[in-house]
């Protein structure tokens, strides 16, 4: 976040001093490099350890929100702050059509837990929504498992804080989940709207519901897209792939074996 709230002259300051810097999105690169000399902003993402979420093909349900006693899985991982936008997905939840059958799953703390419980009973939904609170890895990788759909919210905080190009997002798409998500930072990035995901508008609850309506209903397309995710995470968000250009800049040979 400190791209985003640092001071310009102090980012070119510090982009002055360094003999090179990385950086996790493209977003944070076309910014960065703008303010440094030619060369010294190198784009690096995350990466996801393929090994550690390795895809288990299993056949789910083709739930379509028709069943009460079946419903679809929707989850959300992510602290409980202001730039995730939680309180944006329980106002959408709280838009879908009365025939659709859901459960939100919330996997993370955050200062925000007791404030957003609260404003799920005062939209009629807190019956519905499961806080997990701060899962493990292997925890959060049977949550990956069992839901049907992931949803994020990702917004700009006041202070100008947000998102750089979120973790779970991957995750969630390694093990083929369809996500919908906000179309800011770094997200389109690794989202491609209508490709291998949906993407609305930052504090849109209406078009974030409306997103996530289309996709309860539709077994098929989650499938599709979330088929469509997995296999752009492997093939550009590995961590090997990734990885090898921060040894290239430590001067060293190959980092993968």
Same mark, same amino acid.
């Given at each position: 976040?400190?791209? =985003? ?10 982009? *002055?001093?360094? +003999? =090179?810097? *990385? ?58 702050? +202001? ?18 059958? =859901? ?107 409306? *997103? ?14 979330? +088929? ?11 961590? +090997? ?17």
């Amino acid at each position: 976040k400190d791209i =985003w709230t640092t001071p310009e002259w102090e980012k070119r300051e510090k982009l *002055a001093d360094c +003999e =090179w810097l *990385a950086t996790c999105t493209a977003l944070n690169h076309a910014h960065l490099a703008a303010l440094a000399p030619p060369g010294r902003v190198e784009l690096v993402y995350h990466g996801l350890d393929l090994l550690r979420f390795s895809f288990e093909k299993t056949e789910k349900q083709t739930k379509n929100g028709n069943d009460p006693d079946n419903p679809v899985i929707i989850l959300s991982v992510g602290r409980l702050v +202001e730039k995730k936008g939680t309180d944006i997905l329980l106002e959408a939840l709280a838009r879908l059509p009365k025939k659709l059958h =859901w459960r939100l799953v919330h996997a993370g703390g955050g200062p925000l837990k007791d404030q957003l419980q609260r404003r799920a009973t005062a939209l009629g939904i807190a019956a519905r929504v499961q806080w997990r609170g701060a899962r493990t890895q292997v925890e959060l990788l049977a949550e990956y498992r069992t839901a049907d759909l992931f949803a994020l919210a990702s917004r700009v905080a006041r202070d100008g804080d947000r998102d750089g190009l979120p973790n779970v997002l991957a995750e969630a798409q390694s093990q083929g989940l369809a996500c919908v998500a906000t179309a800011i930072s770094g997200i389109p990035e690794l989202v491609e709207d209508g490709r291998s995901g949906l993407l609305v508008a930052p504090e849109s609850p209406a078009a974030f519901a409306r *997103a996530l309506a289309t996709l309860i209903a539709d077994p098929a397309r989650r499938r599709a897209l979330g +088929e469509a995710g997995r296999r752009r995470v492997r093939a550009e968000f590995g961590l +090997e792939e990734n990885i090898e250009r921060l040894a290239r800049r430590f001067g060293l040979g190959s980092a993968v074996k």
